[in-house]
């Protein structure tokens, strides 16, 4: 029987791990935020009172083992004079079968089908309201995903504005799990906003499963400014409860000058660097190795080199 793996994101992060994730012998559940408000989920949820659906098609389309056109199609937004500029057909096609089926959790299931993926793909919570909130370091509140990224000053904090109820099998699938994976991304809106809710640390702190995170490769700007590898563990065990991270995937390597000034001039984003005498004070496993890809200028993790530590991880 493979070995059961619970993957806690949302957006491009986890999109890019479960590429290479997927074709590992295990059976993966992805669990994915559903809060984002901008864009044309943002729109979409405006106008159809709905959960988010975008980064659930990029997640869905990256599980998938049909044909490339289709995935492109399924991630063409329209260009356009109209009011279908900016959708992708993807997120319109989650809404429609969201308002035929009235379930995301059912909608998510027959795109699933479409496309060929056989491992799970769930939202957090199937509330249509679910708002993200922030509170920078100034004291001020802002409400809304796409507000807290746009923030000008550096968040301090992340909450809801209302209890999410949570998916009975997302709950089902923490209990069930050989190994929980917090998946690179933005620690603010994709990552903790999945486990902030009470129901998943509770079942996270009663699970056996090791914790796994998959360290980002460069900083987010307003939320994680200097950060080094064991100030993201930090970061996350403030918001686990009980529980806190076991071991932790990080790259070392070294990013050539010219890619790491462009980001750090364009992006305001900086390498993550391993420190190791802070990650042994916090007892924390750690795997490295030469993780990280250019592609176009673009800093990537190795998706399958990736994959392959956390299935070697896994069954030893």
Same mark, same amino acid.
């Given at each position: 029987?493979?070995?059961?793996?619970?993957?806690?994101?949302?957006?491009?992060?986890?999109?890019?791990?479960?590429?290479?994730?997927?074709?590992?012998?295990?059976?993966?559940?992805?669990?994915?935020?559903?809060?984002?408000?901008?864009?044309?989920?943002?729109?979409?949820?405006? *106008?159809?009172?709905?959960?988010?659906?975008?980064?659930?098609?990029?997640?869905?389309?990256?599980?998938?083992?049909?044909?490339?056109?289709?995935?492109?199609?399924?991630?063409?937004?329209?260009?356009? /004079? /109209?009011?279908?500029?900016?959708?992708?057909?993807?997120?319109?096609?989650?809404?429609?079968?969201?308002?035929?089926?009235?379930?995301?959790?059912?909608?998510?299931?027959?795109?699933?089908?479409?496309?060929?993926?056989?491992?799970? %793909?769930?939202?957090?919570?199937?509330?249509?309201?679910?708002?993200?909130?922030?509170?920078? %370091?100034?004291?001020?509140?802002?409400?809304?995903?796409?507000?807290?990224?746009?923030?000008?000053?550096?968040?301090?904090?992340?909450?809801?504005?209302?209890?999410?109820?949570?998916?009975?099998?997302?709950?089902?699938?923490?209990?069930?799990?050989?190994?929980?994976?917090?998946?690179?991304?933005?620690?603010?809106?994709?990552?903790?906003?999945?486990?902030?809710?009470?129901?998943?640390?509770?079942?996270?702190?009663?699970?056996?499963?090791?914790?796994?995170?998959?360290?980002?490769?460069?900083?987010?700007?307003?939320?994680?400014?200097?950060?080094?590898?064991?100030?993201?563990?930090?970061?996350?065990?403030?918001?686990?409860?009980?529980?806190?991270?076991? %071991?932790?995937?990080?790259?070392?390597?070294?990013?050539?000058?010219?890619?790491?000034?462009?980001?750090?001039?364009? *992006?305001?984003?900086?390498?993550?660097?391993?420190?190791?005498?802070?990650?042994?004070?916090?007892?924390?496993?750690?795997?490295?190795?030469?993780?990280?890809?250019?592609?176009?200028?673009?800093?990537?993790?190795?998706?399958?080199? %990736?994959?392959?530590?956390?299935?070697?991880?896994?069954?030893?």
């Amino acid at each position: 029987m493979n070995k059961k793996v619970v993957v806690f994101g949302g957006g491009t992060g986890i999109s890019y791990l479960l590429r290479g994730l997927k074709d590992f012998p295990i059976d993966i559940t992805a669990v994915i935020t559903v809060s984002d408000n901008g864009r044309s989920t943002g729109r979409l949820r405006q *106008e159809f009172h709905t959960p988010a659906v975008g980064d659930i098609r990029q997640v869905v389309t990256n599980l998938s083992s049909t044909d490339a056109a289709i995935k492109k199609m399924l991630s063409y937004r329209f260009n356009t /004079s /109209s009011d279908l500029n900016g959708h992708a057909l993807g997120n319109l096609i989650l809404t429609a079968m969201l308002d035929i089926t009235g379930s995301l959790k059912e909608s998510i299931s027959s795109l699933s089908k479409l496309l060929d993926v056989r491992h799970t %793909v769930l939202p957090i919570s199937e509330d249509a309201n679910l708002t993200l909130m922030g509170e920078d %370091v100034k004291g001020n509140i802002i409400e809304g995903e796409e507000e807290i990224t746009k923030s000008p000053n550096k968040i301090k904090r992340i909450f809801y504005k209302d209890e999410p109820n949570v998916l009975p099998e997302v709950i089902k699938a923490i209990n069930e799990a050989d190994l929980l994976i917090l998946s690179m991304g933005s620690l603010y809106t994709s990552i903790l906003p999945n486990v902030i809710c009470k129901e998943v640390q509770l079942a996270i702190g009663d699970s056996d499963a090791p914790i796994m995170y998959v360290c980002n490769a460069v900083s987010q700007p307003g939320e994680t400014d200097g950060f080094k590898v064991s100030d993201h563990i930090k970061m996350l065990n403030n918001y686990l409860g009980e529980r806190n991270v076991d %071991v932790v995937i990080a790259s070392h390597t070294k990013i050539p000058k010219n890619i790491a000034h462009k980001y750090e001039t364009e *992006e305001q984003k900086d390498p993550i660097l391993i420190d190791y005498e802070e990650l042994e004070k916090l007892g924390v496993e750690l795997i490295e190795d030469d993780l990280i890809v250019i592609e176009d200028n673009i800093i990537r993790h190795n998706s399958l080199k %990736v994959s392959s530590l956390i299935f070697s991880y896994l069954i030893k």
